[in-house]
């Protein structure tokens, strides 16, 4: 169900009766507490809104619900309240500080005019600066410091500049504001794993707990007797020969995911069967380069993402992802999901559900590319092995669903109403 803000409906034309409809939404429709989420979009294609979708669905049978966002897909609407915050095209700073600006006027006037109140505002990441609940999934202090040389203007050719400084300029005010509401310890903070809690500690200097809560899977769609069903259409849609190992990647920045690693590691393999199924949305040019030179350009292919991405882990034999650095992959638990052998690297915050040699194998260096190469060659010649590290997998990610994540993620929140709710009331004792 959508509401447009007022404050920013001028350039819609809708007649007094929606008007009215609108209004009327907007009025208190039960007594659970009131949960305002404050998120730019929601979908279930891109991780960190994925997961708030998941959540928010989840948790709207307890709470409710109102979503302050530019734009929401893939959700069930029927019991959430969303209230449109337009944001302008423009450059990505631009687009953040107004949305920023945008969110807080609107949650204003519906709270002063309205009487929407709330018991409790959640954000992923820093979206506004009253929340009492942040999901942090990427700590900004972080990763500036890992592109720190990318973005160094000698290093770059001068058309590039406007750009670098762009990105520099968005990643320092997004640091301050990390920092300025990651040190607040009325602020409940929840990190996607130890990992990305570790590093609000290290670069945010937060000085209270923070939560550690994994994302969740959805085993309905992500298991593997669903795998079973689907691998002989998904292997002759893609054209695989059926005595052909497929290794699976997926995600959206490759570099990132250790794509140049894990090509490095199936050229040292030189295995004619070898099929390397590479699947997000980036661009190939620069890895074709690398696969002609390793010669393997015939048994590597780029694909984009499906909205079925269950299609792709049914065609795979094996799932690859040795990440340079990934609060939590969700790619990774989705193929275990589905009973798939997973490497990935100590890198990805995911890699603390592995057991390394029972449900996973986990590189502790991601440029390891021999020691991947050994593993990528024992699962393609190891059957067994492979089938049980599979079933042991798919074991242990059934142990992660949305339900649990949202469950953990309501205990969360919970604390910050409370915690709100005492705060409130003595204020107006006083």
């Given at each position: ?30 007594n659970k507490p009131r949960l ?127 750009v670098l400084l762009h990105r ?263």
């Open positions: 169900m959508e509401t447009n803000c007022s404050c920013w409906a001028a350039d819609d034309v809708v007649s007094s009766t929606q008007k009215r409809q609108d209004y009327s939404v907007m009025q208190p429709q039960s305002i989420v404050v998120s730019p979009f929601l979908d279930k294609r891109h991780g960190t809104e994925r997961c708030v979708a998941e959540q928010v669905e989840r948790l709207s049978n307890e709470y409710e619900v109102h979503l302050y966002s530019e734009r929401v897909e893939d959700m069930d609407l029927s019991k959430i309240k969303w209230h449109r915050v337009p944001v302008p095209p423009g450059p990505h700073v631009f687009r953040y500080l107004w949305w920023l600006l945008a969110n807080h006027i609107c949650r204003w006037i519906d709270c002063r005019l309205r009487g929407l109140h709330p018991d409790v505002v959640y954000s992923p990441g820093v979206n506004c600066v009253d929340a009492d609940v942040i999901a942090v999934h990427i700590v900004f202090a972080e990763f500036q410091e890992q592109v720190s040389r990318e973005l160094k203007l000698r290093r770059n050719p001068l058309r590039s500049w406007p520099r300029m968005y990643y320092r005010l997004c640091e301050f504001l990390e920092r300025r509401a990651y040190r607040n310890d009325r602020v409940v903070l929840v990190a996607v794993s130890e990992k990305t809690a570790r590093a609000v500690v290290n670069f945010c200097g937060r000085k209270g707990p923070v939560d550690v809560v994994y994302n969740g899977l959805n085993t309905e769609r992500f298991n593997p007797c669903r795998r079973v069903a689907m691998r002989a259409s998904a292997r002759a849609t893609l054209g695989l020969p059926e005595d052909a190992f497929v290794v699976l990647l997926v995600g959206n920045d490759w570099k990132k995911k250790g794509l140049p690693h894990l090509l490095e590691a199936a050229g040292r393999l030189g295995d004619p069967h070898l099929r390397l199924l590479v699947v997000g949305r980036d661009t190939a040019a620069p890895y074709r380069e690398i696969v002609g030179r390793l010669g393997i350009a015939g048994q590597v292919s780029f694909l984009p993402l499906r909205p079925d991405v269950e299609f792709y882990y049914a065609a795979a034999d094996a799932y690859a992802g040795p990440s340079l650095d990934d609060s939590f992959a969700l790619p990774p638990a989705e193929a275990m999901a589905c009973g798939l052998p997973v490497i990935t690297s100590r890198c990805n915050g995911g890699s603390a559900i592995i057991h390394h040699g029972t449900d996973g194998l986990i590189l502790e260096d991601p440029s390891d590319t021999k020691t991947l190469s050994e593993w990528l060659a024992r699962l393609a010649n190891d059957a067994d092995w492979r089938s049980l590290l599979g079933e042991a997998a798919a074991r242990t990610a059934a142990e992660y669903t949305w339900e649990r994540n949202a469950s953990h993620m309501r205990d969360a929140i919970e604390r910050a109403r409370i915690a709100r709710q005492k705060t409130t009331s003595g204020a107006r004792s006083e």
